[in-house]
């Protein structure tokens, strides 16, 4: 089994952006911290994460015997890379903001170089260890194209004055995962696509994701220079709750439906999501057209 033909498959394109955060606050959604930190926990695990999609994906690509799927994956891996140096620049900025991230940061490369690396295997279990891999990246990529509907969905953000940039940058990646959203999946079901397997994948990914989550968000709300001396230093169930509620961040049951989506044996992510969405967003995003025109000049708004 292979790319699902009976949904509008779009030929993916890695986009060459460039977004400008010299100007960012570490409150990029002004008076709100909580939801700009909750949020910002992609720039800690994204760039060594999409790396590890990006490796993962490159040896499994000789292993694919459908020129279309294999197609896709190349559309997947180029993609991907470019999100990962793009959320590298946003991380690089809130160290140079005084946000010092080490710690977290290094445990996230642990996890992705060591814990989740090719662990020098040979043979049928190197390429066990590989689909298992394959299996937990499709499970993390049904969160990534959940979440890439909700910001391209999300007007509360506007509302609050978010940085454009950041909502920009976040946009677009949102975009991308929805447009890609087949990809990991299909990999999956031509590779093994035993439904255990990939329930198996998912409640691991779901709960370790969700534990990175929780203590990437404290870390940056314990670490924020200006944060020094408030209470909104410790974040708190209550601030997620309340800036959910808001719309300012995902909701649980976001996340709660996600999974019991995932748990049926029909599942396919093209029946969730909406490309024309993302197509639409990705057709006026301020750094996609840059990136079309060539940067001709710097993205508009960009201080470059
Ligand atoms: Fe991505
Ligand atoms: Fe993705």
Redesign the pocket.
């Known amino acids: 089994m292979t790319a699902d033909p009976t949904e509008d498959r779009i030929a993916l394109q890695a986009r060459d952006v460039r977004f400008d955060f010299t100007e960012l606050r570490t409150d990029w959604i002004p008076g709100e911290p909580f939801a700009s930190h909750l949020i910002d926990v992609l720039h800690l695990l994204l760039p060594e994460g999409e790396r590890w999609?990006v490796d993962v994906f490159s040896r499994a690509l000789p292993m694919v015997r459908d020129e279309a799927l294999a197609e896709d994956v190349r559309g997947?891996i180029g993609?991907?890379a470019v999100?990962a140096t793009s959320h590298q620049g946003a991380l690089d900025h809130l160290v140079e903001a005084g946000v010092d991230v080490t710690r977290f940061v290094e445990q996230v490369e642990w996890i992705f170089k060591e814990l989740l690396g090719d662990r020098g295997l040979t043979g049928d279990a190197a390429r066990e260890w590989l689909v298992e891999r394959v299996g937990l990246i499709a499970a993390i990529?049904h969160f990534?194209a959940v979440l890439g509907s909700w910001i391209l969905d999300s007007a509360a953000l506007d509302a609050a004055g978010a940085d454009p940039h950041m909502l920009d940058m976040l946009r677009w990646h949102g975009a991308?995962?929805v447009e890609?959203r087949n990809v990991a999946h299909d990999l999956y079901t031509h590779l093994d696509g035993r439904w255990l397997r990939r329930i198996r994948a998912m409640a691991v990914a779901g709960p370790a994701l969700a534990k990175l989550w929780v203590d990437g968000t404290r870390h940056l709300c314990a670490r924020d220079p200006h944060l020094r001396g408030t209470p909104q230093r410790r974040a708190r169930l209550r601030d997620y709750l309340r800036d959910s509620r808001r719309g300012l961040v995902p909701g649980p049951w976001l996340f709660a439906r996600a999974v019991l989506t995932y748990l049926s044996p029909r599942f396919h992510p093209a029946a969730h999501g909406d490309t024309d969405a993302a197509v639409a967003y990705l057709a006026i995003s301020p750094a996609a057209r840059a990136a079309e025109a060539g940067h001709a000049g710097p993205a508009e708004g960009s201080a470059a």
């Open positions: 999609f997947f993609q991907e999100h990529e990534t991308e995962e890609h």
